[in-house]
């Protein structure tokens, strides 16, 4: 079966088991909005660590749809945070490092770039810098990870609405000499660098700097930089009544697993899930709207091997500084939350993202 084979194949059943669910529902099971949500580096374990943490509390375990991704790349058996997300954002496997092209290097339009086409508000939000490799796979078209000037440039070639995380330098201070933080503002984007400022913005396209390459840790002193731009993000994309796509990435959930540290670990779950919760709350109160929590891989091979949920105390052990071929979980809250449930590949996330927001899964640049 070829690639096309595939996607309609995967397209069809989607169709399929929404008709099915809108029979026993009552309604379309088609959202307005998706909001995707990815732990970098997020396992069960990951994701255990921050409840236990936590004082046995997360928003995540409020969904009720669950499932898996099988996370393999072209490469091999384990993949990177490049070749996972651009599988999640293309339906492409693709190789390692590589960001929104296929195996062949050929650029392939990603859910946000569909999204935009059809008129939606598109929109990511992350704690690493925005150039960095999961949120690039969702708007830029690099061979390489590494190329973040060539991938802060890929910005000013679409018309996303928001954008918010670190990597200014990327856009200010480059080998080139270009200024895309002044090509930004001639695009009519309010081009700022605080969290302050990020948050007093409620309209109109935005471009918000945390840092001028990755922020702090929460063991650093973050903050609330990923909750309450999740919430800022939702608020701006939100007056677009035709509907809004939202890439948010917990980035450093994967930096705990690759330092081996547990602490590290569970605060980032823990500031993660937070996130999860403003766009569960906003979820809830439209009804329009799907929430997917996911990741693009398990990393250092984390158990848990004590805690106590009075003291908020984990302990945590590891097998590798680096990431693992496990599956990692798939929850889903809203209409078409159905779908994501069973085993699944990474790239059918995107086949069933794109059905239930009704766009042309076949587009490539």
Known sequence: MNDLSKRLVVTFICTVLLLFSAMGQGKSGKPRNIILMIGDGMGVTQVYAGF???????????????????????????????????????????????????????????????????????????TSAITHATPASFIAHQASRENYEGIAADFLNTDIDVFIGGGSMNFGKRADKRNLLEDLRVKGYQVVFSLDSIK?????????????????????????????????????????????????????????????????????????????????????????????????????????VGGDFAKGSVVGKFNTTDHTGVMVPVFAYGPGAELFQGVQENTDLFFKMVSLLRLDPNGSK
């Open 52 to 126: 236990t943490m936590n004082h046995a509390q997360l928003n995540l375990f409020q969904f009720k749809s669950i499932g898996f991704s099988k996370t393999y790349s072209v490469s091999g058996y384990i993949t990177d945070s490049g070749a996972g997300a651009t599988a999640i954002s293309t339906g492409n496997k693709t190789f390692n490092g590589a960001i929104g092209v296929d195996m062949d290097t050929i650029s392939r339009k990603t859910i946000l770039e569909l999204a935009e086409e059809k008129g939606l508000a598109t929109g990511l939000v992350a």
């Open 200 to 304: 007093a913005i409620t309209s109109g396209k935005l471009a918000g700097f945390t840092s001028i390459m990755h922020n702090k840790s929460i063991l650093a002193g973050r903050g609330d930089e990923l909750p309450a731009g999740t919430k800022t993000a939702i608020n701006i994309l939100d007056n677009n009544k035709k509907g809004f796509f939202l890439m948010v990435e917990g980035s450093m959930i994967d930096w705990g697993g690759h330092a081996n540290n547990t602490d590290f670990v569970a605060t980032e779950m823990v500031d993660f899930d937070a996130a999860i919760g403003k766009a569960l709350e906003f979820a809830k109160a439209d009804g329009h709207t799907l929430v997917i929590v996911t990741a693009d891989h398990e990393t250092g091979g984390m158990s848990v």
